[in-house]
């Protein structure tokens, strides 16, 4: 079941009861000002960040079922005020991960150090959650391979190959779709690589489980969905957004 609206997301997140999602992965808006075309950006102001988020984060969490996660993606601009609010209201110490995704660009700053990286906030709703740890790992280097194969006789490349290596929280092999000639690229700015996604809704549901995206934007995440036998429910307020994502995903719609 995949089903995309076009809607307010406080509007949708209020008709759906209590505990219901398994896991909620959003692009929110990064609180730069600026306008994409495709979507306004709010202002980096302390107050109207949290008068947006708080009453979203807050629906966020009653919708979650215990044993969900919530990945909130972001950067540098907001993503302070962002901690503290999940913090108040999923609990200090049922955050797991502030994950880095560190992409190259070609643009560089002469007055500061290039930003380059995407902040995503990784809570969990109690101490009791999903992570499929073996569907995550990667595939370790032929350099890895040899140096570990000198190091411990009788261990074979292919139980080594099978065994792989867990992620840290500095994710750098997600390339940056930053163009119409990107092969993934769907036409919407700030599409975000279907390799990024898949990472996390494989380490934190499993098939059939129903995820959730608020912030739709170009949909990836309803793709990524469909293609791991995952249910999903999102939306956005853009007519291109829903018009994107609903392309994606046709034939899957509910």
């Known amino acids: 079941m995949i089903d995309i609206r076009l809607s307010d997301n406080l509007e949708l997140m209020a008709e759906i009861e209590d505990n219901t999602i398994d896991l ?10 600026k306008d994409f075309m495709d979507y306004k950006d709010l202002y980096p102001m302390r107050e109207i960040i949290e008068e947006h988020y708080g009453p979203r984060i807050k629906e966020m969490h009653r919708i979650l ?3 969900g996660s919530i990945y909130l993606q972001m950067d540098y601009r907001i993503v302070h005020w962002v901690r503290c609010m999940l913090d108040d209201v999923f609990g200090y110490g049922n955050f797991r991960n502030e994950i880095i995704w560190h992409y190259r660009t070609m643009k560089n700053n002469k007055n500061s150090f290039k930003e380059k990286h995407d902040n995503i906030l990784f809570y969990n709703k109690s101490s009791n959650y999903i992570f499929n740890v073996d569907d995550i790992k990667i ?11 000198r190091k411990k006789s009788g261990f074979t490349q292919g139980e080594l190959k099978l065994t792989g290596k867990i992620p840290n929280d500095v994710w750098d092999d997600c390339y940056l779709i930053n163009n119409q000639f990107t092969r993934e690229s769907v036409g919407y700015a700030t599409q975000k690589p279907k390799k990024l996604i898949e990472r996390i809704i494989k380490a934190s549901s499993n098939e059939n489980d129903l995820v959730a995206d608020f912030y739709g934007g170009s949909f990836t995440t309803a793709e990524v969905c469909k293609d791991l036998n995952r249910n999903f429910i999102g939306c956005d307020i853009s007519e291109k ?8 995903v046709a034939g899957f719609l509910q």
Request: aromatic share 10%; glycine share 10%.
């Open 24 to 33: 909620i992965y959003c692009d929110i808006l990064y609180g730069t000002g």
């Open 65 to 67: 079922k215990d044993t």
């Open 139 to 149: 595939e370790h280097t032929e350099a890895t391979k040899k140096r570990y194969k």
């Open 241 to 248: 957004a829903v018009q994107i994502g609903r392309a994606r």
